[in-house]
């Protein structure tokens, strides 16, 4: 990994400064991958760009085992090819280009997730038979962001392009997908 930095004026509050960093990193299947982070100084202005460097990008699954703190700062890359799931906590996100969830890391997709979720727990009516399942996946969240609960994240990306960089290594696999596969 290899890590940069430069400056420019905030175009958000045109007063902070920008520092953009510029990190390399080198893929576990030897490709490269260019993250840009953008943070003011002075405003709230931030944002993160990604830009695989590789045109070797496999069709497969990965899966990524969560079991503690550590884990959840795995990073996460979904094309908008890419379909991302964590079943133990029934949550789905169907290719499509949903910016959200691009680039973050597990963190990220629970947080999302849980603000989701607790958006569509505050629209139900109070007598809402629903209300006792959303109210224990909102405690399994919990959990799962203090590393409390075990869980897997899996992206099926049928195209390639999608990325997972483990935190630790041994706790993530890449089946490829064959041709026959997809069909
Ligand atoms: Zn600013």
Redesign the pocket.
């Known amino acids: 990994m290899t890590q940069e930095e430069f400056s420019i004026k905030?175009?958000?509050?045109?007063?902070?400064i920008?520092v953009i960093s510029k990190t390399m990193y080198d893929l576990p299947d030897k490709d490269k991958m260019l993250i840009l982070k953008f943070e003011?100084?002075?405003?709230?202005?931030f944002k993160n760009d990604i830009i695989p460097l590789t045109t070797n990008m496999d069709s497969g699954v990965m899966t990524l085992e969560i079991t503690n703190e550590a884990d959840l700062k795995s990073k996460i890359y979904r094309s908008p090819m890419g379909k991302l799931e964590i079943p133990e906590l029934e949550l789905e996100v169907e290719p499509g280009p949903r910016a959200d969830f691009y680039y973050t890391n597990v963190e990220g997709i629970l947080l999302r997730f849980e603000n989701a979720v607790s958006i569509y727990r505050n629209n139900l009516e109070e007598d809402d038979q629903q209300i006792v399942e959303i109210e224990k996946l909102q405690n399994d969240l919990k959990k799962a962001m203090k590393g409390k609960l075990k869980f897997t994240l899996i992206i099926t990306d049928t195209q390639g392009g999608s990325y997972i960089i483990p935190q630790d290594k041994s706790k993530y696999t890449f089946e490829k997908l064959m041709k026959n596969d997809l069909e």
């Open positions: 905030c175009p958000a509050c045109e007063q902070g920008i003011c100084d002075k405003c709230s202005f």
